[in-house]
């Protein structure tokens, strides 16, 4: 008889007595599965039962989830395994050989792994295919010395000569490496070339084993289907596809739960903070150095010439509103005043032009990232998904709102001061002054203090909106529309966060002048 320290070396326990109710049904009832190390199991089932949401709980993805409720033991795959998704491995902006070394810092190493995976070294992630993806998903887990391998749907958008080398580089590393492997499949065929057993998953909740004992190609694809086919109409004729369980209106404790999860409020200031750190240890981060650069030239580069066009425009509205009302010549407005309204108003304004055009780019491509969950797959791998991405974006995003935001300004100030230079009696004379204006050496509110404060101002806002637009883009998203809603989220949040602290600051500045 097998001991259970014996049989743990033979095998890895995935779950005992497990049960996940999600939404208003049961996906899993009180069920166990394990998986013997230099095996594949297969599992299979109808679309829609549950199969990722299981994976997510094995490997402990979606604990904070309002809709899912488990009960039971999971077992080790969160210590010993890697889950490779549907889009395969690979944060886009790195290359190949980048990506391998998040796991592993023998270069050498790294680059054996991708020649032996089929892979150029040097191709970035954003240009691999399909294949080559889940290949160097698959070798970026033995680089990290994982066990155990989930595979949720590997052939999926593959071509059949594709699919056919994915099944042997599968079945070679399992063998030779003596790994554990679950695969995720609607395929018979890609099933019958991996499969060493196939257990399928209904809608009942249960795991049922499918009993393939051929070792012919075509007897064994044959009998998986047949057995399919059985397994699929008895589940769907005794239970269906809306489950055992009475549909209820969730309560106020659960929405409230999901709405504060959508909404990732916590996390905004939460993110300064864990990412102040990463400030200067991230610049000697190769990947993160990499990430830093991707996020200054997607959210800075790209507005090189957006916000200096509508600073100006900005001005020129300024110019005419005053001219508009005789009894108040824009001139003297801008003689007066001028510096103090570039300085007061330019650090709000253009931190909202930057959360609705940097900021929109940025959340959408952190949001890629989590939907094609490559951020959950780095967190399997215990990497620190906070120093290698999201603290890097971050700062890239702060850093190019300082920069537009001064891009801003001075289109604003250079419209201000060619409008006084051509309508002022000495216009020579009253451009100068407007200039020597932003650094006037007056201690009042609109001095020398003034401009301190501008500066102030624009890195704070540069912080929060970096923070709320990160954090409401790396919240657990699933689709593209979870991807187009954490940019509408992230543009309308980060507004409102600003005007609300410009409306403090303009309170507390008013109270301190009236006394």
């Not at 791998?381 to 890097?392: M, N």
């Amino acid at each position: 008889m097998t001991s259970p320290a014996e049989q743990q070396e033979q095998e890895v326990q995935l779950f005992r007595d497990l049960t996940i109710r999600f939404t208003d049904r049961t996906l899993l009832s009180n069920q166990e599965l394990s998986v013997p190390y230099g095996s594949i199991t297969v599992l299979m089932g109808p679309s829609g039962v549950g199969k990722s949401v299981l994976a997510d709980t094995v490997f402990r993805l979606d604990e904070a989830r309002a809709e899912t409720s488990v009960q039971g033991d999971i077992g080790s795959a969160r210590q010993e395994g890697a889950l490779v998704f549907q889009e395969g491995g690979g944060l886009p902006h790195l290359t190949v050989n980048d990506n391998l070394m998040l796991v592993s810092s023998e270069r050498d190493r790294c680059r054996e792994m991708a020649q032996q995976f089929q892979i150029l070294p040097d191709g970035k992630g954003a240009n691999l295919s399909g294949g080559e993806r889940r290949r160097l998903a698959v070798g970026r887990s033995l680089l990290a010395s994982k066990r155990f391998l989930w595979l949720d749907e590997p052939e999926a958008g593959l071509d059949l000569q594709r699919t056919r080398e994915l099944s042997s580089l599968l079945r070679q590393q399992v063998e030779e490496h003596k790994l554990a492997a679950v695969v995720t499949t609607h395929n018979t065929e890609f099933a019958a070339q991996l499969a060493d057993r196939v257990v399928f998953l209904g809608y009942d909740g249960r795991l049922q084993e499918i009993e393939v004992e051929s070792d012919d190609f075509g007897s064994k694809r044959d009998s998986i289907v047949r057995q399919l086919g059985e397994k699929l109409s008895e589940t769907v004729t005794q239970d269906g596809p809306s489950g055992t369980t009475e549909e209820t209106r969730p309560g106020f404790s659960t929405r409230f739960r999901a709405f504060t999860r959508n909404l990732n409020a916590g996390a905004w200031l939460f993110q300064i903070a864990e990412s102040l750190p990463y400030l200067f240890k991230f610049v000697s981060n190769r990947q993160s150095n990499a990430t830093f650069l991707q996020s200054l030239i997607l959210s800075a580069g790209r507005g090189l010439f957006y916000y200096p066009f509508i600073g100006a425009i900005f001005g020129g509205v300024f110019i005419l509103m005053f001219d508009a009302v005789k009894f108040v010549p824009a001139a003297l407005v801008i003689q007066e005043f001028g510096s103090t309204t570039v300085m007061r108003f330019s650090p709000p304004i253009a931190a909202i032009l930057v959360a609705a055009c940097a900021g929109s780019t940025i959340a959408s491509w952190v949001g890629q990232m989590s939907a094609s969950r490559q951020l959950d797959a780095l967190v399997v791998l215990d990497i620190r998904i906070t120093r290698i991405v999201l603290g890097p974006v971050w700062w890239g995003l702060a850093i190019a709102t300082l920069v537009n935001t001064f891009m801003f300004a001075l289109a604003l100030a250079c419209v201000f001061a060619a409008y006084l230079w051509a309508v002022a009696n000495d216009g020579q004379q009253a451009m100068t002054d407007f200039w020597l204006s932003f650094a006037s050496s007056s201690t009042s509110l609109y001095g020398l203090e003034q401009l301190g404060g501008a500066v102030l101002k624009t890195v704070g806002y540069g912080m929060l909106v970096s923070a709320v637009t990160v954090g409401c883009a790396s919240v657990k998203l699933r689709s593209p529309a979870d991807v187009a809603a954490a940019v509408t989220r992230g543009i309308v949040w980060s507004s409102i966060v600003v005007m609300v602290v410009e409306l403090l600051i303009l309170l507390a500045d008013y109270g301190v002048r009236q006394t």
